[in-house]
């Protein structure tokens, strides 16, 4: 009496790769399947399953083709734990490109605002030599202004003053020409 052994297989297709499970065993990795961006998401069960009948000649009663078998989705799983990895991988090199060009970016960015800093440093010095000119010249207006005034009440004294004197010389003219008549 030969005995034969029946193995079921069931593929799950996903990302257009094919991974063999046993119907007996649980799936080991259906919870995290890639999605189309590369993360790692769980996924609805959507798998398409096909049986597929072996009869290993050559098998032993001890389970040896079972065996093979594990090892073959062991490496399978293997494959897919590397594929999980390398995706990983190349996310993670593609996100140090995008921090670093962001860093740069910042960078650049920081010494603009730098540079904007000082102009706005620089203007505002500006401003405020302008504001001290203006009072120096508006407190010289204003020193001006007191000579002005001060040299306009001496010109309104030195005008009564030869006022006066005119008014004196003339009354001295007319008491000498009513004393020559």
Request: no cysteine.
């Amino acid at each position: 009496m030969q005995l034969k052994f029946i193995h079921k297989v069931s593929f799950d297709i996903h990302n257009n790769f094919l991974f063999p499970f046993s119907i007996g065993n649980h799936k080991m990795f259906d919870k995290f399947k890639e999605d189309k961006g590369g993360e790692m998401m769980e996924e609805e069960n959507t798998n398409v399953s096909e049986s597929v009948e072996t009869s290993p000649s050559g098998e032993s009663i001890i389970g040896i083709g079972e065996l093979m078998g594990k090892r073959a989705k062991l490496e399978e799983a293997i494959d897919y734990v590397g594929l999980m990895i390398k995706n990983l991988k190349d996310k993670r090199t593609m996100l140090e490109k995008d921090i670093e060009e962001e860093s740069v970016d910042i960078k650049n960015l920081k010494e603009k605002l730098q540079k904007v800093s000082e102009y706005i440093d620089e203007e505002n010095r500006g401003i405020q030599e302008l504001t001290d000119k203006r009072i120096k010249v508006e407190n010289e207006a204003d020193e001006v202004g007191v000579i002005i005034n001060n040299l306009r009440d001496k010109l309104a004294n030195i005008d009564t003053i030869v006022g006066e004197e005119g008014n004196r010389v003339k009354q001295i003219k007319e008491s000498s020409d009513t004393l020559e008549s």
